[in-house]
């Protein structure tokens, strides 16, 4: 048998610098030491995206993220240079905290609005109260959640969701996960839409919250929006758009941000 040395810890985030809104990078940063970014990813972008922007800025090929979010989504990204991305695992398994918008009577396969309706219910009645009813006695505390097709999680080495695109879906094992908090913020009763805010474990697929909440109310329902707010001790309120990041490190190169 192969002797196998003993895994270093991964080291501290915090003993690296952070930059944010109250600390701007600067054409001097030394990125390839290592540094935790906050980013404010818009809707649209892929996580990918940011992390091109931000290898671009400073010429440092090891920079990662800690958390993917979909294109659909907004919000915190936290993105490491350097030595900085050993301590992507340490990050990653920080409590999440989302708002989210969901819309009941419209299922889709992908389980949000990244792909057409799939099916309706026109009788749709579900009321606040029966949201708010079902979120605290389904959603909190330890749950199983089975990940939708639509995802990035392997089979058989492949992704989820090139296996979806084709049209085959295949059986997936639930996930234990945990809601430490399911927040009803809003209900529009005409467009029967709620806004809800969920903090929750590594690894929940607030998708799979939205569809099952709505089978739960007894309807089908999607996700329409998702921002992230929190990530560990981190917060979207300090987090930089990819206009200030451009502007502070100095970048004189031509970027398309649209």
């Not at 099952?212 to 979207?236: K, M, P, Q």
């Given at each position: 048998?192969?002797?196998q040395p003993p895994k270093k810890p991964a080291p501290d985030p915090d003993q690296f610098e952070l930059l944010n809104l109250s600390n701007l990078p600067t054409p001097e940063t030394d990125f390839k030491a290592g540094k ?35 294109p659909m989504a907004s919000g915190l990204l936290i993105v490491c240079t350097g030595k900085a991305t050993k301590s992507i695992s340490l990050i990653q398994d920080g409590t999440k905290t989302y708002q989210a918008e969901i ?156």
């Open positions: 048998m192969t002797y935790v970014i906050l980013m404010d990813k818009p809707k649209g972008y892929t996580s990918f995206r940011i992390i091109g922007l931000i290898r671009k800025l400073t010429g440092v090929k090891k920079t990662g993220h800690a958390g993917t979010l979909d819309k009941f009577g419209q299922a889709t396969l992908s389980y949000d609005a990244e792909t057409d309706v799939s099916d309706t219910d026109p009788d749709c009645s579900v009321s606040e109260d029966q949201i708010r009813k079902k979120l605290k006695e389904k959603f909190t505390g330890e749950i199983e959640q089975v990940p939708p097709m639509y995802s990035a999680l392997k089979i058989k080495g492949e992704r989820l969701y090139h296996l979806a695109r084709r049209g085959e879906e295949v059986e997936r094992k639930s996930r234990r996960v945990t809601i430490f908090d399911a927040q009803f913020l809003s209900w529009n009763d005409q467009n029967k839409t709620a806004a809800v805010e969920i903090t929750c474990s590594k690894g929940t697929y607030i998708r799979s919250i939205a569809h099952d909440l709505g089978i739960e109310c007894g309807t089908f329902a999607h996700l329409t929006a998702l921002r992230r707010t929190v990530s560990g001790s981190y917060n979207v309120s300090q987090a930089l758009t990819p206009q200030q990041i451009v502007e502070s490190t100095g970048y004189d190169g031509k970027i398309d941000l649209a």
